[in-house]
């Protein structure tokens, strides 16, 4: 009898990931109206729980609260609340973004949800493709992923975000606060924000395979790039500066979740120091 490994490959996904990916920008569009706000846009993520991709809690005209779960085992969107289910909008029907989009809003609209959505995020006239089966595959991959990087952040000191998935950028990750700060331009105005060290999987795109990162923000080029990180990661510099990963490394290792633990424990070790005051 064999064993699933803890990371399959995700290869010759690539539709279903791109229809999956805009359409947790729709589903986001909702708690990015309507979730109380929280540091650093955490409202707008989805979570990975054990039935799907999970928005935060929203409030209802009626005073009571509901959320999205992108279910993908059913295969759909579907509001919940505290006493009940129900599907609001299918996966499977390969929609453009536009008609997913608002078809999610119209029916969100006939159960007394109204907001100021960001409809931008989710306006492609392109026709999607989605495959069940790698949708699923996707799924176990990242809920694994999930449980490793909560496993890393449980033993950080200091300050720590959420493991959340974000829509915007379809990678699941969190970060780890320094005590250092810094300035830097939000919006046009000058504003002062904490040192981080991030822990990400990305899923990759047509141009890059799935990979796990991460970066210090300040990098300290002169300090870090000198330093030897485990056998398969490397220092990043093109296009954004850290470290990262690659999948394929791990896929069918049966040693992949000690790996990953180790290759984010070093990262900590070397970057950490850089971002204390």
């Known amino acids: 009898m064999t064993s699933t490994p803890l990371l399959q490959e995700l290869t010759g996904w690539g539709p279903t990931r791109d229809t999956l990916h805009l359409y947790c920008q729709a589903v986001g569009a909702v708690p ?3 979730a109380p706000s929280r540091p650093n ?5 989805l979570k990975v729980q054990a039935n799907g991709l999970v928005t935060d809690q929203m409030p209802r005209p009626n005073g009571s609260s509901f959320w999205l779960r992108m279910d993908l085992d059913r ?4 509001f919940e609340t505290d006493a009940s289910s129900s599907v609001l909008v299918s996966l499977t029907e390969t929609q453009t973004g536009i008609e997913f989009g608002s078809q999610l809003l119209r029916q969100l609209s006939d159960l007394g949800i109204e907001g100021d959505f960001s409809r931008g995020r989710f306006e492609n006239s392109d026709r999607r493709q989605y495959d069940a089966a790698h949708a699923e595959r ?5 809920s694994r992923i999930d449980a490793i990087l909560k496993k890393h952040r449980t033993r950080l000191g200091g300050s ?22 810094e300035t830097s ?4 105005e000058l504003k ?9 999987f990305s899923p990759g795109s047509d141009q890059m395979e799935p990979y796990f990162y991460s970066n210090p923000w300040p990098f300290e080029a002169d300090t870090l790039l000198r330093q030897k990180l485990p056998a398969g990661a490397s220092w990043h510099t093109d296009g ?38």
């Open 41 to 45: 846009w955490w409202h707008i993520s």
């Open 185 to 188: 331009m939000e919006n046009g």
């Open 75 to 78: 295969h759909a969107v579907l």
């Open 32 to 34: 990015r109206a309507l």
């Open 240 to 277: 954004w500066q850290g470290t990262i990963f690659p999948y394929a490394e791990l896929v069918n290792d049966p040693a992949a979740e000690t790996r990953l633990l180790d290759y984010a424990q070093t990262v900590f070790e070397i970057c950490s120091p850089t971002l204390i005051s």
């Open 192 to 200: 002062e924000f904490p040192s981080q060290l991030n822990l990400g």
């Open 138 to 142: 996707f799924f176990n991959v990242v």
């Open 160 to 181: 720590v975000g959420p493991v959340q998935l974000w829509p915007h950028g379809f990678d699941l990750a969190f970060e780890w606060f320094g005590s250092r700060t």
